[in-house]
């Protein structure tokens, strides 16, 4: 049983930059891959990036390639999205899955957390 609880949402002007935190429970963490998603009200839920349980492999959506970095720390057991030259369209619920299995873009992840808003202002 994976529990996640992610933290560091809030409200950035255009151009701003946070760091989102995802604090896991489980001895079994640093073998999941971690993932972060956003959603906004009406649309699905999207794919943000995701991380393998060794770091070395990292996806990211196009959208938020060479803006966003997605880490690890498997001894505190915690990943990290930092968002840096956000923008409004940004703006969203963003949330933290985790599976067993390997990296993958799609939403069949098994564990989620309860999301963090992030809202950029223009």
């Known amino acids: 049983q994976v529990q996640l609880v992610e933290s560091g949402g809030g409200l950035v002007q255009a151009g701003g930059s946070l760091r989102l935190s995802c604090a896991a429970s489980g001895r079994s963490f640093a073998r999941y891959t971690m993932a972060w998603f956003r959603q906004t009200p009406g649309k699905e839920r999207e794919f943000v990036a995701t991380?393998?349980?060794?770091?070395?492999?990292?996806v990211y959506a196009d959208s938020v390639k060479g803006r966003f970095t997605i880490s690890r720390d498997n001894a505190k057991i915690t990943v990290y999205l930092q968002m840096n030259s956000l923008k409004p369209e940004d703006t969203a619920v963003y949330y933290c899955a985790a599976d067993p299995g390997g990296v993958k873009t799609t939403l069949n992840y098994h564990y989620w957390g309860q999301g963090t808003q992030v809202t950029v202002s223009s």
């Open positions: 991380i393998s349980w060794s770091g070395l492999t990292t």
